[in-house]
């Protein structure tokens, strides 16, 4: 019998991985054993089928039914040449080249099946952190220099620090001197995906993650906060979570210790707001996604008034490898202040688009050439945007730029969730400008003027440069209101949604002023 694997990711069934697996069953019964595992994050080749041969798994993608009699013609089942055939899947640059820390097991695990966690390394952390103090833990993670994944880059030790340090009062509807780990799984960035695969195809280590952040921080519910248009990730979530009950890591004394945890998952509001971290607790709670003033920290007064950790589930994703390698394990990884690994996302007009983790400190031109292959169009790429639709668009002059939290400050941009949209030179980025602010406009929750107001003025003033309508007086007043929105919005909606207009102002100042007549040539995945 020959082994065969085939992902049950959401992306793999989107193009068909469900029917082909259908048809290999038919076609092949007894002969093969076909595994559904977690996707390779190589999504150009979905739906990719690997083959167990003596020298490795072989790949093939991307396939459809259709292939399937040239495929065993081809001698598929001993890893014969094919004009779909990849090789050895490990071999393949995209991945060889690539630190996979967080998503090591990304191709090896069927999600759902808790001996394949457990055989990749899953539940060490949390073994090991059952052993120890809950500082000892914070001071793991703070070891480890992980930042927040989710866009703000805050240190997670030192979030943690503030929760275990905060003094829970009472709360009568828990009754207890609750503290709340909240997962923040909205995933709202354009062109990101790295929240969903976790939660799809590693679901434990989420789960393991949120763990040992309660045992870090003395928490005993939490809350996945999940985007509700991944219905796919709500199932898997939802399977996990009653797998791991069963198996005694949630609920009530955990593996036998004196620990608890209570674990349910949330369908967000839909709304881009509800991802930023104190609109998310109002909306938990049942009420409209508005942003909450700062102070008081969510760590110090949270969900319901409690102490509470707000983290974006890479963040929590990554510590049970902190908590199982050790802090400095990670530390080793990256640059400067940006250790460890970042979970790229290459995604918009982009030959190879998929996952990229890698460590701290590679440039955008490895990132887009030697991994995503160039643009899908074939045509010269234009502009990235980084780090979701409130991200700078980076020019090709800036493509030799590190990939690290400080270098892409340095030009304007941010890391963000680590999404990478491309465009090629035909994308009007003059539209994209004025779709950062109709964007903000829409999403706005609406406290805060510069935001609310500031954002429908410019984008009326941005038409008016397009129009040529006293383009120089208008550029000045543009400038003067993304400044403000800059310096006076509450939160960093309204606060960063002039940064994609104005780099296209210094990058692409051109192309604002001229409604263009070509097409954008913007998302392909
Ligand atoms: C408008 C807006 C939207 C946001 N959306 C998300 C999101 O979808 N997911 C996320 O993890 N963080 C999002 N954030 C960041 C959160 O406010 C917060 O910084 C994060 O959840 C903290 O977790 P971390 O420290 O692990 O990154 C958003 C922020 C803003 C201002
Ligand atoms: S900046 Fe916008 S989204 Fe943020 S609080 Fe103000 S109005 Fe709400």
């Known amino acids: 019998m020959t082994r065969l694997y085939l992902s049950c990711d959401s992306c793999a069934l989107s193009v068909g991985a469900d029917e082909l697996a259908q048809a290999l069953t038919a076609q092949l019964g007894e002969q093969i054993d076909l595994q559904r595992t977690s996707t390779r994050g190589m999504f150009w080749l979905e739906p990719l089928l690997e083959v167990e041969t003596p020298q490795g798994r072989v790949g093939y993608g991307p396939l459809t039914t259709e292939d399937l009699p040239s495929l065993l013609a081809a001698d598929l089942l001993n890893g014969g040449d094919h004009p779909l055939c990849i090789g050895l899947v490990e071999q393949h640059p995209y991945l060889a080249r690539q630190q996979r820390l967080t998503f090591a097991s990304l191709g090896h695990n069927r999600p759902l099946v808790m001996e394949d966690y457990a055989a990749q390394g899953g539940w060490s952390g949390l073994q090991r952190a059952l052993t120890l103090s809950a500082q000892q833990i914070v001071d793991e993670v703070k070891e480890s220099g992980l930042r927040g994944r989710g866009g703000a880059a805050f240190p997670t030790g030192i979030k943690w620090q503030t929760v ?16 709340f780990i909240v997962c923040n799984a909205d995933e709202g960035d354009s062109g990101t995906f790295s929240d969903r695969l976790v939660m799809e195809d590693n679901p434990f280590q989420l789960i393991e993650g949120m763990l040992i952040a309660a045992l870090a921080t003395g928490a005993t519910r939490g809350y996945i906060y999940l985007r509700a248009e991944y219905p796919h990730a709500h199932r898997v979530l939802q399977q996990a979570i009653t797998l791991a009950e069963q198996q005694g890591y949630l609920g009530e ?8 945890f209570h674990l349910q998952v949330r369908l967000a509001a839909g709304a881009y707001i509800c991802g930023e971290e104190t609109a998310l ?4 709670e049942g009420k409209r996604g508005m942003v909450r003033a700062k102070p008081p920290l969510p760590a110090l007064e949270g969900l319901f008034g409690q102490p509470t950790v707000v983290n974006n589930v890479i963040s929590l994703a990554s510590v049970p490898l902190i908590l199982n390698k050790g802090g400095a394990y990670y530390r080793d990884f990256g640059q400067g202040r940006s ?5 790229l996302q290459l995604a918009g007009n982009i030959r190879q688009g998929g996952l990229v983790e890698v460590a701290f400190g590679v440039t955008l031109r490895e990132i887009l050439y030697d991994f995503g292959g160039g643009s899908a169009s074939g045509r010269p790429i234009k502009a990235v945007q980084i780090g979701g639709p409130l991200g700078a668009y980076i020019p090709p002059a800036h ?12 030009i304007g941009g941010m890391v963000g969730h680590g999404g990478i949209v491309v465009f090629d030179d035909q994308a009007d980025l003059g539209q994209m400008a004025a779709f950062a602010m109709e964007f903000c406009a829409l999403e706005s929750c609406g406290k805060c003027t510069p935001c609310r107001i500031g954002s429908t003025r410019a984008q009326e003033v941005l038409a008016r440069i397009r129009q040529g309508e006293d383009a120089e007086d208008n550029l000045a007043l543009l400038t003067d209101l993304c400044d403000t929105m800059e310096q006076a919005s509450l939160c960093a909606l309204g606060g960063m949604a002039p940064y994609p207009v104005k780099s296209i102002v210094k990058y692409f100042g051109e192309e604002l ?13």
Do not use: W
């Open 253 to 260: 004394a955990i593996l036998g210790s004196h620990h608890r």
């Open 164 to 179: 275990l340090d905060a003094q829970a009062p009472y709360h009568r509807g828990f009754d207890e001197a609750v503290k």
């Open 339 to 343: 250790r460890g690994t970042m979970p």
């Open 281 to 284: 607790l109002e909306s938990l």
């Open 399 to 410: 493509f030799d730029t590190p990939l690290d939290y400080e270098a892409l400050a340095a």
């Open 513 to 525: 002023h001229s409604v263009s007549q070509t097409p954008s040539a913007g998302g392909q995945h």
